[in-house]
């Protein structure tokens, strides 16, 4: 196969099937529903095989290119992916006498600190692909400073519209990464609104979550590395804190495809949607053996990655699901810190409070008998605590005065 081209063979609504044209620019479906890119698999397998994988030298999820919608290596836009490490925890999971393995996926270590980079890495290369010059973006902060980052790179114009309680150092990161930056006084929907009216007004593109088809391609890298560091052996559940959904979704298409190309042939990991208590459509709506779920009033929770009070694809997040019996489950904001504290005191791991909901989830699931103690586990921290407000350090030592050496 030649590197100037790829297996897309044409995009499809995810609600009806109804097939959409490669090397178009496409938002959602004429049904407003995200369209998903497929690929001849079929032909793909019997040119590469898994263990070609290891032979590409691309940076990070780069490697997967070939599963991937980017034709031309040039419009690749990198930034030094890496392939993210799993750690093994081991002291805070001993009093549960877990029979399995407990692994994070730690994904600060990405461009711009969070697996924001992926969806957006892939979106910022379509729209290079494609001749697109200006994208905007609402974010609660890490797809932002990604589309940011990447953007610049592309040397593509980016405006970025965030709410004004989202983590001071993400909206001060957005700006110095070459982004226009807005804050507004509304929560993520309420920016998505002004990035679709702004759509014909300031003549963007919209790059939000789902309503464009490559950042979901991006995440699905996820799935993909996660089986390839596994041995092509899946963990039997995910724990994937939920705001979008677009990293739940992806993992789930990345399964399916290398179920069909032969890359895995076990049953696929339960999937789980970790929610805040303050902001949960998606558990709710799963809960109530519902489809869809409607907007969430007042969303409120420390975890900004996953305060996404309306889904576009919540349909999809759902499927999974339920397609891989698994479930939905909420965390509050007080379980979110604690188990921050815990990992990061008894793991030397910090956790993002996205990635620190899904420790808690693991903890309440592992009680209540939803997961059993001989499953492996495989939890997800999305970005670096680094970019979180951390609690105040209070010790001090005057030099001028003499110390006393009892009390360290
Ligand atoms: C965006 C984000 C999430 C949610 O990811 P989705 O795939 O959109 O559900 C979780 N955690 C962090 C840190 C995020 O930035």
């Known amino acids: 196969m030649s590197k100037e081209s790829n297996f897309v063979t044409h995009l499809e609504c995810s609600l009806t ?10 938002g959602l479906s004429e ?6 890119v497929r690929y001849n698999l079929k032909k793909m397998g019997e040119i590469i095989s898994r263990e070609d994988i290891g032979k590409n030298s691309e940076p990070g999820f780069w490697r997967y290119s070939f599963m991937l919608p980017v034709e031309k290596k040039e419009n690749r836009i990198s930034l030094g992916e890496v392939i993210t490490p799993l750690i093994k925890l081991e002291e805070a999971v001993k009093k549960f006498n877990f029979n399995s393995t407990v692994h994070i996926k730690d994904e600060g270590l990405l461009p711009t600190s969070s697996f924001k980079a992926r969806g957006l890495a892939m979106a910022v290369s379509m729209a290079k692909q494609l001749n697109l010059k200006h994208l905007a973006i609402p974010t609660n902060g890490n797809a932002g400073a990604a589309l940011a980052a ?10 970025v519209f965030c709410p004004d309680d989202t983590p001071e150092i993400n ?9 226009d930056t807005y804050m507004v006084n509304g929560l993520i929907n309420e920016c998505g609104k002004i990035v679709l009216e702004g759509k014909e007004k300031a003549g963007w593109f919209d790059v939000s979550t789902l309503k464009e088809p490559y950042r979901i391609e991006g995440k699905k ?13 899946l963990p039997d559940v995910i724990f994937y804190p939920t705001g979008g959904g677009t990293g739940l979704i992806g993992m789930w298409k990345a399964f399916n495809e290398l179920l069909e190309l032969g890359w895995i042939k076990d049953r696929l990991p339960r999937m789980v949607a970790v929610q805040a208590e303050g902001c949960a459509p998606i558990y709710k709506a799963w809960s109530e053996g519902k489809e869809f779920a409607p907007l969430w009033e007042n969303a409120k929770t420390v975890a900004a990655g996953i305060r996404v009070p309306i889904a576009v694809g919540d349909f999809l997040i759902i499927r999974a699901v339920n397609e891989s019996n698994g479930f939905s489950i909420s965390v509050t904001d007080e379980e979110i810190i604690s188990a921050r504290d815990e990992v990061s005191k008894t793991e030397g791991t910090l956790l993002c409070p996205e990635g620190a909901a899904t420790f808690s989830a693991f903890k309440k699931s592992l009680n209540s008998g939803i ?5 492996s586990v495989v939890l997800f921290n ?3 605590g680094l970019k979180y407000p951390l609690p105040e350090v209070s010790n001090f030592i005057d030099k001028t ?3 006393d050496y009892k009390v360290f």
Not at 17 to 26: Q, S
Not at 371 to 375: A, C, F, P, T
């Open 401 to 403: 005065k003499p110390i």
């Open 221 to 233: 890298t996820m799935g993909l590395e996660l089986a390839e560091q596994l041995n092509w052996k």
């Open 31 to 36: 049904e407003g529903k995200p369209l998903l």
């Open 382 to 384: 999305c970005a670096t």
């Open 17 to 26: 099937g109804k097939k959409y044209e490669k090397n178009k620019i496409h």
């Open 171 to 179: 909206i001060r990161e957005i700006e110095r990464l070459g982004a």
């Open 150 to 159: 990447y953007a610049t790179k592309a040397s593509i114009k980016s405006t």
């Open 371 to 375: 997961i059993s103690k001989d499953e």
